[in-house]
Each structure stands twice: as structure tokens, then as C-alpha cells.
């Protein structure tokens, strides 16, 4: 039953590797940008992700040089969400 799976996965690769070789030159840019734009939406879900992690922490409460260091670190998470994912 593995081997099937395993052979009906290597004949898909085989598959989309000679698709790919068929695209235009502009299908692999739209490819590639598409990918990009992935990537981008992934780097500022985990800034975003980051930054609710930090509210909670500050909103818990905390010790003061510990909130100093929070509320920098949730200072340059903010920077970085509006220079990189606006």
C-alpha cells in the first residue's frame, strides 16, 4: 500500500517537473512573485504573532525593567509590521 503511494507521489513529481519546464517564461515570474508574496504573508503573520505574544505579556503584568524590555521589543515589532507589511 506504501509503495502505491509512493509510486502515484513519484509520478505526480515526474508530472509537475515536466509542466514546469512547459511554462512561459512569464508563468515562472507569476510563479515566482506568487511564491514571494507567500513568503511576505508568512514573515508578517509571525511579526504579528510576535507582537500579540508581547501585548500579553505586558498586559499579565511584569516587573519593571522587564516591562522596559517589552514594550522596546514591541516598539521595533511595530516598525518592522509597518515598514515591511503595510
Same mark, same amino acid.
Given at each position: 500500500? +506504501? ?26 515570474? +507569476? ?56
Amino acid at each position: 500500500m +506504501a509503495c502505491t503511494a509512493l509510486l502515484a507521489l513519484s509520478i505526480f513529481a515526474l508530472g509537475n517537473e515536466a509542466s514546469s519546464a512547459s511554462l512561459t517564461q512569464a508563468q515562472r515570474a +507569476a510563479r515566482e512573485q506568487e511564491r514571494a508574496h507567500q513568503r511576505q504573508q508568512k514573515k508578517c503573520a509571525r511579526y504579528q504573532a510576535r507582537l500579540d505574544r508581547i501585548n500579553r505579556k505586558l498586559d499579565a503584568g511584569y516587573r519593571e525593567p522587564r516591562g522596559n524590555e517589552l514594550r522596546q521589543q514591541r516598539r521595533e515589532l511595530e516598525s518592522q509590521l509597518f515598514r515591511e507589511c503595510r
